[in-house]
C-alpha cells in the first residue's frame, strides 16, 4: 500500500504515542563480519537508521537491542538510547527476533514506559526513509492493525522459483502448472523486505506470528528495499550512497 493510499485517520500528534521502536542490531554477523557499524556514506551503517527513525517523527521512544559494546556507542551517538546489552542467550546465530523483541518490550515496561505498539527496524536496511517508517505507523493505526510489514514487488513469476538438488538436478520449488502464464499476466507477487514491522504490543507479548491473516502491507519501492545480508550488498549501498549528492 502506498502512502497516498493510507487513511488519513490519525493525526500527526497522536502517529508517535505509545510506540516503542527498536532497532535490532547484533554483533555476530557471520555473512559480513561487523557489519552493523561498517562505514558507509560516511557514517556507522545503524546511524542511517537510527537518524530515519527520528526524523519519521512516528517514535515516541527509540532503543537499540544489541550485545555488542561498539554497536552500542555507534548507536548512541546517532541518538538513540541503549538502555541495555542484550543477552547472549538472545544473540545467537539462531536466536529468532521474536523473544529479542519480547526482551525489549518487557525491559521498557519495567522501566515504566507502556507501548501500544512496536516498530521493529534492522540497520541493514539503510535505505528506508522516514515517510517509510511514518506511514507503515500511520497505516497501522489508522486501520488497527495487529501487524503491518513492508513488502517490496517480487520481479518475477512465483511458479518460475527453483532449487537445485543434491545430485545438482534442477526442480521446481512448487507445483509448475502456472508456468505457460508470462510474468506481466499474472498477479502483482511481493515478498517482505526487512525494514519495517509495525507490531501491537499485545500481538508481541502472545507469540503469536505477526504474518497472520489481518497483517497489513505497506508497499516500498525496490530502491528503497536493499536488505544487506552478505559482502556483495554492502558493496552496492556503498555505491548508492557515493552517488548521493
Known amino acids: ?70 554497536i552500542a556507542d555507534a548507536a548512541r551517538r546517532a541518538g538513540a538510547h541503549v538502555p541495555f546489552l542484550r543477552p547472549k542467550d538472545l544473540a545467537k546465530d539462531d536466536t529468532p527476533h521474536l523473544p529479542v523483541i519480547q526482551h525489549a518490550l518487557d525491559h521498557q515496561r519495567a522501566a515504566g514506559y507502556e507501548a501500544s505498539h512496536i516498530v521493529v527496524l534492522q540497520p541493514t536496511s539503510p535505505l528506508v526513509s522516514a515517510d517509510d517508517i511514518a506511514g507503515s505507523v500511520r497505516l497501522a493505526k489508522s486501520r488497527r492493525a495487529a501487524a503491518v510489514v513492508s513488502v517490496t514487488r517480487f520481479h518475477g ?10 545430485d545438482g538436478r534442477l526442480s521446481p520449488w512448487q507445483s509448475m502448472e502456472a508456468t505457460a502464464e508470462r510474468r506481466q499476466d499474472g498477479a502483482a507477487a511481493f515478498v517482505p523486505n526487512g525494514a519495517v514491522y509495525v507490531l501491537a504490543a499485545d500481538l ?26 552478505e559482502p556483495w550488498d554492502l558493496h552496492v549501498a556503498r555505491l548508492i550512497f557515493d552517488e548521493r549528492p
Not at 513469476?157 to 543434491?166: G, K, L, T, V
Not at 507469540?207 to 545480508?229: F, H, K, N, Q, V
Open 1 to 70: 500500500m502506498t502512502t497516498q493510499q493510507i487513511e488519513r485517520g490519525v493525526s500527526n500528534a497522536e502517529l508517535a504515542r505509545g510506540v516503542l521502536g527498536v532497532i535490532t542490531a547484533r554483533g555476530g554477523s557471520k555473512g559480513v563480519p561487523g557489519k552493523n557499524i561498517a562505514l558507509i556514506g560516511g557514517k556507522p551503517l545503524i546511524a542511517w537508521t537510527v537518524e530515519k527513525a527520528i526524523e519519521s517523527g512516528a517514535i515516541e521512544r527509540l532503543i537499540v537491542s544489541t550485545d555488542d559494546a561498539a
Open 157 to 166: 513469476h512465483p511458479s518460475w522459483i527453483m532449487r537445485i538438488e543434491a
Open 204 to 229: 508481541v507479548r502472545s507469540g503469536e506470528s505477526w504474518y497472520g491473516p489481518s497483517t497489513l502491507a505497506y508497499e516500498m519501492p525496490a530502491e528503497r528495499s536493499l536488505d544487506i545480508d
